[in-house]
């Protein structure tokens, strides 16, 4: 339930063309500016939310939206910029819906400020709020990342978790699958492993040595891979959940989209593409692409194919049509997607990004076809480098724990 309370805002010689109103959305303060934002009005709003911030105290949970705006100027964006960058270790979170402001944030980026689509996008991006007293999470990090998965992924992911704790189990002589649950969930709590990646390992990785002490010896740990247009800082690309929302978003944002998909591809389940990260796309739409093996999905096309896939209509799109999937656009009424593979250095597909469009027909400009193949790219690096890396490590502290 969100309370509502505007705030005009004024000097003591003139009112500003622009309004801020506040209101509180799931703890979230949600700053909705509305008017015209110029330069000097830009300097004006800009102490005044300088003075919310800082007040809001250091665990705030803030969002400015600029959807009410009817104009927005370049050097307002970079005033207001200006006025809340020093306030917090990450970019204040800016909703904007119209393409023509997104534009000035992709010519003219404000480090302060990071643009989501939606009050929804924005919200799944702001830690959460802290809890009044501590909580035990038991359920690890992993169980809260499935929430993009829908009931029938997370009952074939189920079935590959008791798999790794059977493993577990046999390999260290423990007593019962209680104790190799715990094992699991400590080591994907410790290592910021989700479970169900976790457990895709154990599944999958060879067997270690008989009496070694380690599981991969003389194993060499590199630092993450440098993106060429993926805006993530290094200590977020050990954080798998935290780096999918950044790229789904910037995805979004890119390709002026209604719509966003990331699958990867997950050796445990058949090699099937499994949905990590969404945005604009509903429940129904999620579950039926949570888990893909095969075409027609136009993600399975595009990893069949190893180049992107443009659907221009997926009501007449002839393998989605004789398939029966032409109803499978999202909620927001997508009717055109585009999929590009994200393709290791040999060739091999680890995942797909997937934009929704909701009219039909070629959307995407030259510019932004090369940015999604470039973000497709780093999305490829940086998985080759995390399942190296980061899922070894807690591979091998499982190891030494069992």
Not at 332 to 360: K, M, Q, S
Request: net charge neutral.
């Amino acid at each position: 339930m969100s309370q509502e309370h505007a705030v005009a805002s004024r000097t003591g010689r003139r009112e500003l063309n622009t309004t801020l109103g506040v209101r509180r959305v799931h703890g979230a303060d949600v700053m909705c500016l509305s008017g015209i934002l110029d330069t000097e009005g830009a300097d004006l709003l800009g102490h005044e939310l300088t003075a919310h911030l800082r007040t809001a105290g250091p665990h705030r949970r803030v969002i400015l939206d600029l959807t009410g705006l009817r104009l927005v100027s370049a050097a307002g964006i970079h005033v207001l910029d200006s006025h809340t960058r020093h306030l917090s270790d990450t970019p204040i979170l800016v909703i904007v819906s119209t393409p023509h402001v997104r534009e000035i944030f992709t010519l003219s980026p404000a480090p302060g400020l990071r643009v989501c689509p939606t009050l929804d996008a924005a919200l799944a991006e702001l830690p959460p709020a802290a809890p009044r007293h501590p909580v035990d999470m038991a359920d690890g990090p992993g169980d809260r990342a499935d929430d993009v998965l829908g009931p029938r992924a997370k009952a074939r992911i189920s079935a590959v978790i008791g798999m790794a704790q059977g493993i577990v189990s046999e390999r260290y002589g423990l007593t019962g699958f209680r104790a190799a649950c715990d094992l699991l969930r400590d080591t994907s709590r410790r290592h910021n492993v989700p479970l169900r990646i976790l457990a895709s390992a154990v599944v999958t990785a060879p067997r270690p040595a008989a009496g070694s002490p380690e599981w991969f010896p003389g194993r060499l740990r590199t630092p993450p891979p440098s993106p060429e247009l993926l805006d993530v800082p290094e200590q977020g690309a050990y954080d798998l959940r935290k780096l999918l929302r950044t790229l789904v978003l910037q995805v979004v944002t890119t390709a002026d989209a209604d719509g966003a998909e990331v699958h990867l591809v997950d050796h445990a389940l058949g090699n099937s593409l499994v949905l990590e990260a969404h945005s604009g796309l509903d429940a129904a739409y999620r579950d039926r692409v949570a888990q893909v093996s095969d075409p027609p999905a136009v993600c399975a096309r595009a990893r069949l194919l190893g180049r992107p896939v443009s659907v221009t209509d997926v009501t007449t799109d002839p393998c989605l049509v004789a398939a029966g999937e032409d109803r499978g656009a999202p909620a927001v009424g997508g009717r055109a997607l585009y999929a590009v593979p994200a393709l290791a250095e040999d060739g091999t597909c680890v995942g797909v990004i997937t934009v929704h469009h909701a009219r039909p027909g070629s959307w995407l400009t030259h510019g932004q076809l090369t940015a999604l193949r470039t973000l497709a790219d780093d999305l490829a690096r940086w998985n080759s480098w995390y399942r190296r890396t980061v899922v070894l490590d807690a591979l091998e502290h499982l190891h030494t724990q069992g």
